[in-house]
């Protein structure tokens, strides 16, 4: 298995290489230059396989033995995967009227993100401690990264994690999820911005090669191919725990299975597509708050960045730079590099791009969306406890809010993806009138001690926060050159 830029200038790197990478050097985003294909036959031998050897199966077609053994890989995602709340690490909720939730958000910061991070993480560590090496991991957040990737790597010792996140934009449990933790390797910071925003000075960051090449830098946001390979594995363990799989002889004639995704960043959606790619009958579905770019870009083409994000009840996906919807697009389009390098530099120059009507047309056929609005969102979450009894997250009502306005076509099998826990979300369920029991752990972050720095805004804040950014980069470098702690 060998991997390729979106952008088509960079080919033929394995999955160390791109694991301790985030962009590509072109800019792009890495991909297997082919994807496996999956069959009846593979789907009906996983059927009854936990979660955690799921991901063991999926991971082993992108990870060659060579680099990682079957026994190491198996090891690592287990231990990755066992501290999870629940048995099964994930969950499918069947409720009334044929509305399935896929529950994902069991692990430590009450995210999706922890199923990814925690295995990313691991596959990090086994080869930092193979190659007796460190490395700095550079992550922007729009709330729910920067507290998985903390938690999934504080204490390790090869590894120091740099986060920055939206200040007075993200929910206060996702913020104590980052400052409280008073490990030596994590280093938090607040900025006066919104995620996209953080995104401009990371890219001017990750784009100074010999800097990344000297401190080992790497992103673990959804750029890392590693967090959306093992994303993969949600929309397969939908499709088994939905479809009757003694009816399938032919993938290609299969029952398909509706998937709605609740979209920020476009990873989940992105995996989504890439298993929709290697022969999983999905119908895709990316809903959206009120930062509603990727359903404008399907239903007008208009791929442009609103004039500012909007905050709302979903903050995780207040998001108008979806930079996963490069993967999306490479596959739409061929896989044609020179493509998807004009149109994503094109975006990013200018935060706007067109699409031609041929290919929006192609987005159309491969992806619907939907838009809804913090209204949309409450009426929502209150009639899945009217009708269930069962409390959603904001973002996972985004999602839900197509169950109860768009029309059941007969036959058709639907599942929700559950992004997060309503624990984490307090003051949106007060708003829709509703209760939620905090858990013991959530209450106990109020008692901790926190710790994090301010980037605030000036005239040149971008380049600021770079230069500010690379300063305590090579701070932390220096300490650990002379093995001594950072924090004294």
Known sequence: MRYCSTRGEVCGWDFHDVLFSG?????????????????????????????PKLVVEVASLFIPSELIPRDDLDALVHA????????????????????????????????????AMTCTVRFIDYFLHKEGRRATVVVGTSGDTGGSAIQSAKGLSGLDVMVIYPRGRITPVQEKHMITALEDNIHVFAADGCSDEIDQPLRRLFSDQDFVKTY????????????????????????????????????????????????????????????????????????????????????????????????????????QDPY?????????????????????????????????????????????????????ILETMRRCWEENQYILCPHTAVAVWHHYNCPHKYGLLRCYIATASPAKFQSAIQKAGLTFDLPEKVQELDKLPSRYENLEKSLDWCKEWEDRLKEKIKVVASARSHSVSYYR
Not at 84 to 105: A, C, Q
Not at 232 to 255: G, M, N, R
Not at 331 to 339: E, I, N, P, S, V
């Open 23 to 51: 962009f590509a050097p072109d800019g792009g985003m890495f991909m297997p230059e082919s994807l496996p294909t999956l069959s009846s036959d593979t789907l009906r031998s996983w059927r009854n396989l936990s979660y």
């Open 80 to 115: 990755a995967l066992s501290g999870f709340s629940v048995p099964e690490v994930v969950k499918m909720v069947r409720l009334r009227d044929g509305l399935s939730v896929l529950e994902l958000f069991h692990g430590d910061t009450l995210a999706f993100k922890d199923l």
């Open 216 to 319: 080992g830098l790497m992103s673990l946001n959804s750029v890392n191919w590693s967090r959306v390979m093992v994303q993969l594995v949600h929309f397969i363990y939908a499709y088994l725990q939905l479809i009757d799989l003694d009816q399938v002889t032919d993938l290609q004639t299969s029952p398909e299975l509706e998937v709605v995704v609740p979209t920020g960043g476009a990873g989940n959606i992105a995996a989504g597509y890439i298993v929709k790619q290697m022969g999983l009958p999905l119908r895709l579905v990316a809903m959206v708050n009120s930062n509603d770019i990727v359903h404008r870009t399907v239903t007008k083409g208009d791929f442009s960045m609103a004039s500012k994000v909007l905050q709302t009840l979903a903050p995780a996906i207040d998001i």
């Open 324 to 376: 996963n919807m490069e993967r999306v697009f490479w596959l739409m389009l061929d896989k044609d590099g020179a493509c998807v390098k004009k149109l994503m530099e094109e975006f990013q120059n200018s935060h706007r791009h067109t699409l031609p009507e041929n290919h929006r047309k192609l987005l159309s056929q491969l992806l619907s969306t939907g838009t809804v609005n913090d209204d949309g």
